[in-house]
Structure formats: C-alpha cells, structure tokens
C-alpha cells in the first residue's frame, strides 16, 4: 500500500473534530435502548475538550462511535461525526479506517487489554508506519525506538523487543499513547487515560499527554469522570448525564458559576471544598438506568430545583451567547443564587 | 521546630504527659514478608499505627506500598513475622478458640468493590444477618434479628423493601451500603474500609462517605480508611499515615500532613494529586518524580524513596533515614517523618 490520500488538515479557526447530534442505540433483550442522546460538540487544534460524567452517561460511547469502534451490538441512528471536512458516519468501513492513525486515534484507559500480548511492543508501535505509510518493517523499527524515546522509556532499543506484560502499567500506557500519536493525528481522543495509574505516574503521564499535543498541536478529547482532572487540563467541557448533554463551556466559567443543578451538585460533592465533620452537599438517588431514563428532564429525580415543568417538559440545551449553554428551564435561577 | 531522633519508626516516641489509656489499637514494628531467597518481598518492614476509640486513620500510598497486607494483618488474616498488634491491650494472635471468635466479632471490614463482595444469590437482608450465622449471640432469635436488619437498613439509608432485594436490583451506591450494614451487623469496635468510595460514582460517593461518617458520630465506630484519593481521606481522617514500600515514611495529624507535609514523597503525592482549586494542597508547586516505584523484591539501600526523591544525597543511600519529629497539638502522636533531609526542618540544621 502507498500512502494514502486523506484530505487537507484542518485550519486553526475550523474544528478537528465536529459532532453533531450524534445518537447511539443499544440493542440489549429487553429491547433498544437510546444511550447517547443527541451529543454535540466541536474542537479546535491544539485545544482540549473534557466529556465528563459518571458511569453510563455516554461518555465512551460517544468516543468510541467517534473513531468507529462501537460494539455490534450498539449503533449509531443519527447526527453527524466530520473530520477534514467529511462525515465520517457517511464513510465505508475501508475510508474510515484510512482515518484510523493519521487523523483520528484513541487512547485507552486500560493499557494491558489494548496491547496485543504475543507481539513485541516494537512492533506493535512500528504497525502504523508499514499500513499508512508503506515503510519497510526495519524502517517501521527506527520509527518506532524514535518514539519509544519521546514518551520516555528507558532503553528503548532494547525495550522495543520486550512484550507488554513486561512493562508496568504507567509504561504501557506510554506505549499506548506513543501508538496513538505516531502518525501525528488531528484528534487524539484519551479515554480516561489514567484512571487505573498510581497519582505520582497520573501526573507524569499527563505531563507527557500535554507535550505531545503542544509540539504537534492535537486537538484532545478527554473523557473523564475526574472533575479535578478536567479543571487542570480542559480548556472546555461537556457536562454529560443519561446519555445527554446538560452543561457545556470553558471549564473555568462552568465550573466557577454552573448553570446546571448536575454540573453544581458534583462540584459540591469534591470533598476537597468539604469542611471535615461537616456533611458533603451529596446528590440524592443515582443515576437512572437506561431503560427508565424519564421522558422530561433526565436530571428530574434528583433535581432540588425540580418543578411540574421539569416532569411535562424536556429542557432544550440552550446557548446563552457567551459561549456557554446548559440544558434547564431554571438554569438562571442557578445562576443568580 | 522539629528535632531529629536517631533510631527507626519503631521507636515510638512516648507520651511525657499523664497516663493516657490505652489505644484502640497499637501496631508496633510489624514486618511481614512473603516467599523466601532471591524472590523474598517484603510487604511491610516496621510499621506503627496508633488508633483511638472512634478515632479515624486514614492510610495512604500507592500501590505496593503495603497498605492491604496491613489491612489483612489488622483484620487477623495475615500473621505478622515480627513486631506487636495490640488490640485494647490485647496481642489477637494470641487468641484461641471463643476468645478469637469474640475479638473478630469488633473487627470488621468493608470491600472496595460492592459488585464482587456481595454474593449476589443472597437477598440484602440474607447478606446482612449471616454473620449472625457464627456470632450467634449478638442478635438472637429469629424476630429480633428481622428488626435488627431494619434498624441496620435505615443506618445506612435504605428501606424496610430492601430487605428482600438482590444485590442486582441495587445501585454501587446502595450495594455499598448493604456492605456497610453487613459490616455493622455485628456491632464492632473498628472497621478497616479498604478503597470504600473508589469504585463509585462522585455524586453517590459523597453519599456513602456521608454514611460513614454518621454512623461514626452515633456510633463512636473507628475506621481504618485505605485511600488513594487524598481529597477523601483528608475529609474523613483525624490523622493520616503515609506508607511507601512497606513503611510508614510519615503520620500525623490530617492538617500537619497535609498543610506542612515533612517528608519529600508526601510532598510530591500532595503536589501530583490533580485538584480543582489551585490553592488547595500544594499550589501550583507541581513535585514531579523521578521515575516508578521500585520492585518490592528489590528496595533501595538507605532510604527506599532515594531513587525518585528530589533532595536525595549520598547520605540517602547509605544509611536509612532518621525518625523526625515535630511536636503537634498532642504529644503522645506527634507528627514524625523518616527522612535526612525533612522539608520545612532546615532549621534544625543550622
């Protein structure tokens, strides 16, 4: 295979990455299920871009519908995936693959499971070279010790021999993220990159995440459920709860004055602002089930603002032309109080 | 102003003041290794911990730092090679028989995952009363036990209707608390609470941390409360522990550990720990470390943190680290690091 042809980079001022209404279902028994609900968002070069919400809110499944890696027995009905100007939902399966590497890649939070076990890392990390750009194996080789030394690990000449389990966990998710940017994507998309790591490694990992995309000036999307971690990386974030987007903006303007009662009952549940002995403001209840999403607002049952419009009435995510919208009939009085 | 002690961790320093009672429990210079020769790891070399009653521990460290093998030994499942645990005065491994069976009955444990730690074929009132199945006399007979299920139910915030649920039909939140109520079933003295939040949810998280704490203030329970996540263990802890490669490398109270940490690791895990207000712990002095944590079969001569310790010196690798002490609040726990070169001590050096 010759190099392939994929159209132009984006500019700075145009997204990487633009998605559009996106919608998932899942077929389980009990029938289909809507687990991403008409999702959007944008990123620019350069730029990153926080998913966060808890376990079940569709923050994976948005990602992974993104780079087409979602399960068979999901699928996307809906709304629109562009990448260099094109709709990669509209795409055959071979176009998007094309994609896969040099415009589009993923990180994986669990670095062990995403590696091939019985194949040298070298070689592992060389495979992008061979498929997209036609190298020789031994030309793949150099390229892949090159970026074996960016992401930090010792030896890797020798190293590149070695197998993932001989590598600890904080190395292999290296060698995950030295995969993923080796042939300099538009979008990196990390998908709780370091969730499963030490702390001390956490922050080493995404000090190395934040290098990367400044020399090659990759737009990231990171799907967290770590407020704190958004907070010190995210330029913006997407605030996701039942398969919904209920807040989005700059992080330090959602996270300072939150317009969503979601996105403030988790920032009020960071013990970090909690006075010991004192009782953390909690969120009641839990998330619903997919199956019993309520037909009004998603947020409803745990809502402290919940009123009879709440239950008759599904608030729209409205843009409040500063950048910001929030999905809530009552989102000024969030703000004013 | 710190002053600097020769010696190891072991060499509690003792209270001067008026005779204290004795804690609820005392660890003093447990070391536990598993295998032997060449692949001989030392989980846990010299480790002291003091707790009162309804007192609250927090013990922190990343992993292989020995924090679970101390949770195991403190719970009696694992026999320490040397050194003393004393529970209210009393040594648990000397125990036998009815004497043991009585000990467990005060000390008990809550799972980090509620999903594998519940038996999910057991309904929710099942789970609760079958310790009651070997301490047959905490609760006896069949209708006292049904409205003690009740009574642990609402302590823990769930309803007389979950009595006959099954772990499925139940949130991580809710199962958490069902392990909760299982724990307190037996009415124990001290809970060792092993990652208890890490595997749930922030918003629910902040509920069943509400839990424990609750049932701390009406109960005058102790917890020994194993966490990675520092924001939670400085919420919930009266003092904290801090333990790297299978020693306790610094203890105090939570406000002195963590406002004025003295020793290098401490420091550097307080700095890494992503927070959402940059004035919280540690600023915006980002420590980076050096490198991984060394293989528990191979620790570093001298002092075991030396390899990724910014202040390290040649002093570092050949002698281990002295016991210092900063005199806190309470002198009969003051707060102690091991470490040559202690932040905040330079002082002492002068």
Not at chain 2, 97 to 117: E, H, I, Y
Not at chain 2, 329 to 338: C, G, I, M
Request: aromatic share 4%.
């Amino acid at each position: 295979m010759t190099t392939t042809a994929v159209p132009a980079a984006p500019s700075a001022d145009t997204p990487a990455l633009d998605v559009e209404g996106l919608c998932v279902d899942l077929s389980t028994p009990s029938g289909r299920l809507r687990a991403v609900d008409g999702v959007s968002f944008s990123v620019r070069r350069g730029r990153t871009l926080a998913l966060l919400g808890e376990s079940g809110c569709g923050k994976s499944m948005t990602a992974l519908s993104v780079v087409g890696l979602l399960d068979p027995a999901a699928e996307v009905t809906g709304g629109a995936v562009r990448v260099r100007g094109s709709d990669t939902l509209r795409m055959s399966p071979a176009e998007r693959r094309k994609l896969a590497g040099p415009v589009l890649s993923i990180v994986f939070q669990d670095a062990l499971t995403a590696l091939n076990p019985v194949q040298p890392v070298g070689r592992q990390i060389g495979e992008p070279f061979r498929i997209h750009r036609g190298l020789s194996r031994r030309e793949a080789r150099e390229k892949a010790i090159e970026l074996m030394t960016r992401v930090g690990i010792p030896e890797p000449r020798e190293r590149a021999r070695s197998y993932p389990h001989q590598f600890s966990g904080g190395m292999r998710q290296r060698l995950l993220i030295a995969m993923a940017v080796a042939l300099d994507p538009d979008v990196l998309i990390a998908d709780e990159p370091t969730t499963a790591l030490d702390v001390t490694v956490q922050a080493q990992i995404m000090r190395l995440l934040r290098d990367l995309q400044d020399e090659r000036e990759m737009a990231v999307v990171l799907i967290t459920h770590d407020l704190a971690v958004v907070a010190q990386r995210a330029d913006d974030v997407v605030v996701m709860y039942a398969g919904t987007v209920v807040e989005e903006g700059p992080v330090r303007e959602v996270f300072s004055r939150p317009r969503h009662p979601y996105t403030r009952g988790l920032l009020d549940s960071v013990p970090e602002h909690a006075v010991r002995g004192r009782p953390l403001p909690a969120v009641p209840g839990s998330p619903p089930e997919l199956s019993a999403v309520p037909s009004g607002c998603v947020f409803q049952d745990r809502c402290p603002l919940v009123r009879e419009r709440c239950v008759r009435e599904r608030p729209p995510l409205r843009a409040s032309g500063d950048g910001r919208s929030a999905a809530c009939h009552f989102s000024e009085e969030l703000a004013r109080a | 102003m710190p002053e600097i002690r020769s010696g190891s961790a072991t060499d509690a320093p003792r209270a001067d003041g008026p005779e204290v009672p004795p804690p609820l429990l005392e660890v003093r210079g447990v070391t536990k290794t598993f295998g032997g020769g060449r692949r001989r790891l030392t989980a846990l070399d010299g480790v002291d911990l003091r707790l009162g009653k309804g007192e609250t521990l927090g013990l922190v460290g990343e992993s292989g730092c020995g924090k679970s093998t101390l949770a195991r030994v403190l719970l009696g499942l694992e026999r320490p090679d040397a050194g003393t645990v004393r529970f209210d005065g009393t040594d648990p491994f000397a125990l036998r028989g009815k004497d043991l069976l009585a000990w467990r009955r005060r000390v008990q444990m809550v799972f980090q995952d509620p999903f594998a730690s519940l038996n999910a074929r057991m309904s929710a009132a099942d789970l609760i009363s079958e310790p009651w199945r070997t301490h047959r006399d905490v609760v006896p007979g069949a209708k006292a036990r049904e409205k003690r299920v009740r009574e642990l139910l609402s302590l823990v915030g769930l309803r007389d209707g979950d009595a006959h649920r099954y772990p499925d039909e139940f949130s991580g939140g809710q199962r958490q608390r069902i392990g909760i109520a299982r724990a307190l079933a037996l009415d124990p003295d001290l809970i060792v609470c092993d990652e208890p939040v890490s595997a749930l949810d922030l918003s629910v998280q902040a509920q069943v941390l509400n839990v424990l704490s609750e049932l701390r203030e009406r109960l005058g329970v102790a917890y020994v409360f194993i966490s990675h996540d520092l924001s939670v263990v400085r919420y919930i802890s009266d003092r904290v522990t801090v333990m790297y490669l299978g020693k306790v490398i610094e203890h105090g109270e939570t406000e002195d550990v963590f406002d004025r940490p003295q020793h290098p690791y401490t420091a550097a895990l307080m700095s890494a720990a992503p927070v959402l207000d940059a004035s919280y712990a540690g600023g915006d002095r980002e420590i980076q470390l050096k490198g991984e944590i060394p293989s528990p079969f191979d620790i570093p001569s001298g002092c075991r943190f030396r390899t990724r310790c910014p202040r390290a010196e040649d002093l570092c690798a050949a002698e281990a680290p002295p016991l210092v002490v900063r005199r806190a609040r309470e002198a009969s726990d003051p707060h102690t690091a091991l470490c040559h070169f202690p932040l905040e001590a330079e002082s002492a050096w002068a």
